[in-house]
């Protein structure tokens, strides 16, 4: 009784953590945010129209609606912003349902104008699905009044980018309309009374989702954003905007390094991804996770055509078609750090040391570099201190 009561508690916290209202909204609680992404898809399948999706978008917030009908995708301005004048000619282009738009990008950090977006929807009778995977932790977000012509009609994010244990996300969603729709996932729970031939679904947050939920994830998830809101929002986007101002600007004006995305940090979360010349960023990631005991994360993000444009990679086709065969690829990518609260200057100004040893080549550790996986070093050297990992008996380079 006492985990259903903290469990029954979980919606309302979510909901004032984003000013939502539970008489006219529902919070669904989900495994994480690709599904509750894929819940609003599903929500809105029936509609007629175009799914306006952007190239800023994680895979989650793309492939679901791609699967279910025609979509759209906005592009991106030179630097790497939504490029606002296309989502407005593509609004007026065609029938709408839905424009699906991240409320921060997970590769530049950068956020679009959900709130200016959402008026642009609904002015076109379309609805808005925000992705809030990105920004959870990290900005204020109001999803505002459901009268306002710029709320937010679907909102969706997980715990677990909140400092959270994996396995625990949700889906805001207008109430009257996702109560008007066939359940999702029936089955346990979903049901106000089953006969031999005929069901009758529940209403509100138990309608679309059957199964045993993550009660002690879903418990977690609200004590983190019960932590975020104690802390402040503000002060935490205090914290680190000031961090990311110098990691983004000092990165910018380092000679050989090439930063993605928009130049101004007050438009942007505390993500940064970049690449290093001559330094393949599986490389770079490794050095700085073994040597620098730097945690980074590199590749595409799960966000490849955002990544194909900020890297200029221009025309794709070879590389898809030689995947598509089933053979191996060079495949491009950026490394990534990200900002948290938890962080201080000092360790960003030891980063920047890094990255500074890695563009001039003195790491200490000794990679395979004919094998893709460098990740593993041969053997290396942290604070003095020599490690060794499984050796593959090839030959190594030190590049
Ligand atoms: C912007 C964005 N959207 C969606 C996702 C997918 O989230 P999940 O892993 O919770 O499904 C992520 C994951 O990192 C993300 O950064």
Redesign the pocket.
């Known amino acids: 009784m006492i985990a259903s009561d903290l469990f029954d508690r979980v919606t309302e916290t979510v909901a004032e953590f984003l000013g939502a209202d539970l008489s006219r909204q529902t919070v669904f609680l989900t ?7 894929d819940l609003a898809s599903y929500a809105m399948s029936d509609r007629e129209g175009v799914v306006l999706t952007t190239v800023l ?5 793309d492939l679901p609606h791609r699967r279910r009908g025609e979509t759209a995708m906005v592009g991106m301005t030179e630097d790497g912003a939504l490029d606002m004048e296309d989502l407005k000619a593509k609004l007026d282009a065609q029938p709408v349902k839905l424009v699906a738009v ?5 590769v530049t950090g950068w956020m679009p104008p959900i709130h200016e977006i959402a008026r642009l929807a609904h002015a076109k009778g379309a609805k808005i699905l925000v ?5 959870l932790a990290h900005h204020h977000v109001n999803l505002r009044p459901v009268d306002d012509p710029g709320h937010i009609d679907f909102f ?3 715990g ?2 909140a400092y959270a244990p994996f396995g625990s ?1 949700f889906l805001v969603a207008p109430q009257g309309f996702m109560d008007g729709l066939e359940p999702y996932l029936p089955g346990g729970g979903t049901v106000l009374a089953v006969t031999e031939d005929e069901v009758v679904w529940t209403h509100g947050a138990d309608r679309h989702l059957g199964g045993t939920p993550n009660i002690p994830g879903a418990i977690a998830m609200a004590k983190a954003l019960d932590f975020l809101r104690d802390v402040g929002l503000d002060a935490i986007r205090h914290h680190e905007i000031e961090l990311t101002r110098i990691a983004l600007n000092e990165l910018r004006a380092m000679d050989g390094v090439e930063v993605y995305g928009p130049a101004d940090p007050d438009a942007r979360l505390g993500v940064v991804s970049f690449n290093i010349d001559g330094v393949h960023h599986d490389l770079a990631a490794a050095i700085l996770n073994n040597e620098a005991a730097i945690a980074t994360r590199n590749g595409c ?3 490849h055509p955002y990544l194909h444009r900020l890297l200029r990679m221009g025309d794709v086709t070879e590389l898809v078609a030689t995947l598509k065969s089933g053979k191996d690829a060079e495949l491009p990518g950026a490394v990534r750090v990200s900002i948290g609260i938890f962080n201080t200057p000092e360790e960003v100004e030891y980063l920047l040391r890094w990255v500074r040893r890695i563009r001039d080549r003195q790491w200490a550790g000794h990679y395979d570099l004919d094998k893709r996986d460098y990740c593993k070093p041969v053997f290396f050297e942290f604070q003095g201190v020599r490690g060794q990992s499984g050796s593959s008996g090839k030959e190594t380079s030190r590049v």
Do not use: R
């Open positions: 495994t994480n945010t690709t599904s509750a992404l978008e994680h895979h989650s917030n991240t409320a921060a990008s997970n992705d809030g995977a990105q920004i969706a994010a997980a677990h980018k996300a993000f799960c966000a």
